[in-house]
């Protein structure tokens, strides 16, 4: 144990004393404050509504002096555009009772503002009418919940890039062949680089949930997310490590690394649920689904740790695709 601590404490020492090390351990925490300040840009958006046909004309050109209105041939397609990740209100009018549906996550004064364009639009004359809102669940906003699932991720990886960046200077400066003739073992020297692919993550990700404000989530769920996600880019730093040559050729190398890992969380967010299938065999679609789960609080510890089993498992591919030339590289 001693002798993980004293890598961990090297590598760790190494980060804040290298300027581009530095940045990419506050980096998961620049993209939060970034996005942090992007969140109440989302208020600002314009009101859209739509509505099932049939619906009176005239009432949908009084909406339409304030915002746009489109029509939808039944309620299930109505309530599919309002689960989209925008704002989106959904409207249901029935003799002199109008109900707004909503995600649940729009501000007061954004619903407030459309209950107003709905009642002119009703009643010019100032008759009164009752309105109903109707949630759909979510309780984040869209840029919250994805912001916050993408820093989460890109802090894995950036893990992974602190353990590829000291492999390679180690190897620039031929300290692991130094290391070689000492009584650490393989596994001693793989275990204790790893350390810091673990603790940073866990660091950014309740430092990044106290930035954006989220409250509403289990903390002991989001730490066994955080450890098993980790595998992955501790698998994607050593990697890196042993095939680049030199810090240049292992920023070449983490870019088209990094993009490979992080496309299938893009595609995730934008294509129809039926299609994920072909992104099972990533171990990131599988940790941006149960992050995602646990802030809507639809986890539970049993899907967890089916998530967690799917997470580790998918990592393994990639440990065992990679593990011969992991070992040759850290031996050589």
């Known amino acids: 144990m001693k002798r993980l601590l004293k890598i961990f404490e090297r ?3 190494n980060s804040i004393r290298d300027s581009m090390l530095l940045y990419i351990l506050i980096a998961p925490i620049l993209l939060a404050l970034l996005l942090r300040a992007f969140i109440p840009a989302v208020k600002d958006l314009s009101i859209e509504f739509g509505a099932v046909k049939p619906i009176d004309q005239t009432l949908v050109k009084r909406i339409e002096m304030f915002a746009p209105i489109t029509l939808f041939d039944n309620t299930e397609k109505l309530m599919e555009r309002i689960e ?3 704002d989106f209100l959904g409207i249901r009018v029935k003799d002199e009772e109008i109900s707004l549906i909503a995600q649940g996550n729009e501000s007061e004064e954004y619903l407030s503002l459309a209950s107003d364009i709905l009642s002119y639009s009703l009643n010019p004359s100032g008759s009164s009418f009752t309105f109903g809102e ?7 906003p869209p840029v919250s919940l994805y912001g916050f699932v993408l820093v989460i991720l890109g802090s894995f990886l950036f893990g992974g890039m602190i353990i590829g960046f000291n492999i390679i200077e180690e190897k620039e400066g031929e300290t692991l062949k130094a290391l070689r003739i000492t009584p650490m073992s393989n596994f001693e020297f793989i275990a204790g680089r790893s350390l810091i692919g673990f603790f ?10 106290w930035i954006l404000g989220i409250s509403d989530f289990n903390p002991l769920m989001l730490l066994a997310l955080t450890i098993s996600g980790s595998l992955i880019g501790i698998v994607f730093g050593f990697w890196v490590g042993v095939i680049s040559t030199n810090q240049m050729n292992g920023i070449a ?14 595609l995730a967010i934008t294509l129809p649920e039926k299609s994920h299938i072909f992104l099972y065999w990533a171990p990131t679609y599988w940790t941006f689904i149960s992050v995602k789960n646990l802030l809507l609080q639809l986890q539970t510890w049993p899907s967890l ?7 580790v498992a998918t990592s393994m591919i990639f440990v065992l695709a990679t593990f011969k030339k992991i070992r040759a590289g850290l031996l050589s």
């Open 253 to 266: 190398n983490m870019k088209i690394s990094f993009f490979v890992l992080v496309l299938p969380v893009f």
């Open 305 to 311: 740790l089916k998530d967690i089993g799917l997470i």
């Open 134 to 140: 109707t949630e759909l669940g979510r309780k984040l």
């Open 84 to 86: 989209e990740y925008d």
């Open 11 to 13: 590598d760790l020492k």
């Open 200 to 209: 940073a993550p866990i660091f950014h990700a309740f430092v990044v949930v």
